[in-house]
Nanobody
Framework: QVQLVESGGGLVQPGGSLRLSCAAS????????MAWYRQAPGKQRELVAT???????DYLDSVKGRFTISRDNAENTVYLQMNSLKPEDTADYYC?????????WGQGTQVTVSS
């Protein structure tokens, strides 16, 4: 059984920081490309950050310089460090694992940025 379980979401003030975690099980984690997506109410799901099996990263323009995606293959976990948070970062955040025909999603974690 494949499971991706996100954690670390919550309420944070503008300018604050939050670290999201996504723990994977049931897959050979090290060969999967991992990603974080987000979806705000009334908006389309968007790709926030990706990290390949070799560690190459890419980011949504609006989060560059503020967010950092990383992975710990020993712990089968991908992280999203979010700094300098803005209200527009408010969304449900989902982790994704992809390898050829396999594509898996977590259930999501809510991030709310508000004063």
């Amino acid at each position: 059984q494949v499971q991706l379980v996100e954690s670390g979401g919550g309420l944070v003030q503008p300018g604050g920081s939050l670290r999201l975690s996504c723990a994977a099980s049931g897959i050979t984690f090290s060969i999967y490309a991992m990603a974080w997506y987000r979806q705000a109410p009334g908006k389309q799901r968007e790709l926030v950050a990706t990290i390949t099996k070799t560690g190459s990263t890419d980011y949504l323009d609006s989060v560059k310089g503020r967010f950092t995606i990383s992975r710990d293959n020993a712990e089968n976990t991908v992280y999203l460090q979010m700094n300098s948070l803005k209200p527009e970062d408010t969304a449900d955040y989902y982790c994704n694992a992809h390898f050829f025909k396999s594509d898996y999603w977590g259930q999501g974690t809510q991030v709310t940025v508000s004063s």
